[in-house]
């Protein structure tokens, strides 16, 4: 009789249903791997982005992946929205429509490069360093 299989944590949960997705849909590697990246960032900097805008995000790609998938595997990457979800406590209404949707993402982008460069560049090239970062996250 095999051993019972040690419980996960809820970030080792969804990177092991994401991974069955990949099994399935291997065209949909690069974006799964992007999605493992925002989960770590996500389960790491917790005390870095307390209002979990990563985690947001992350929710919001799972709702609306970029490509085209089964019922079952549509159904996996909803059940580990609602994981992320219910673990960092976040209300429906605190998730964007979109991955890109945050309104509050350029106000935080502005304000850490401001934070992180002031002294060196004049608020004017702060704000056009935001643009383009801002523009960046919108593709």
């Given at each position: 009789?095999?051993?019972?299989?040690?419980?996960?944590?809820?970030?080792?949960?969804?990177?092991?249903?994401?991974?069955?997705?990949?099994?399935?849909?291997?065209?949909?590697?690069?974006?799964?791997?992007?999605?493992?990246?925002?989960?770590?960032?996500?389960?790491?900097?917790?005390?870095?982005?307390?209002?979990?805008?990563?985690?947001?995000?992350?929710?919001?790609?799972?709702?609306?992946?970029?490509?085209?998938?089964?019922?079952?595997?549509?159904?996996?990457?909803?059940?580990?929205?609602?994981?992320i979800r219910r673990v960092c406590h976040l209300k429906e209404d605190d998730i964007?429509?979109?991955?890109?949707?945050?309104?509050?993402?350029?106000?935080?982008?502005?304000?850490?490069?401001?934070?992180?460069?002031?002294?060196?560049?004049?608020?004017?090239?702060?704000?056009?360093?935001?643009?383009?970062?801002?523009?960046?996250?919108?593709?």
């Open positions: 009789m095999a051993a019972p299989r040690p419980k996960l944590s809820p970030s080792q949960e969804l990177m092991a249903r994401v991974l069955r997705i990949v099994r399935a849909c291997p065209d949909a590697a690069s974006e799964v791997l992007e999605l493992i990246t925002l989960v770590s960032q996500v389960e790491a900097a917790t005390a870095v982005d307390p209002r979990y805008r990563d985690a947001r995000r992350v929710i919001a790609r799972l709702r609306n992946p970029l490509w085209e998938m089964g019922p079952a595997d549509r159904d996996s990457l909803l059940r580990a929205a609602e994981t964007p429509a979109s991955p890109i949707a945050d309104a509050g993402e350029r106000v935080r982008v502005e304000e850490r490069l401001a934070a992180a460069l002031s002294g060196e560049f004049s608020a004017a090239q702060i704000a056009r360093v935001t643009g383009v970062v801002a523009a960046a996250l919108q593709e």
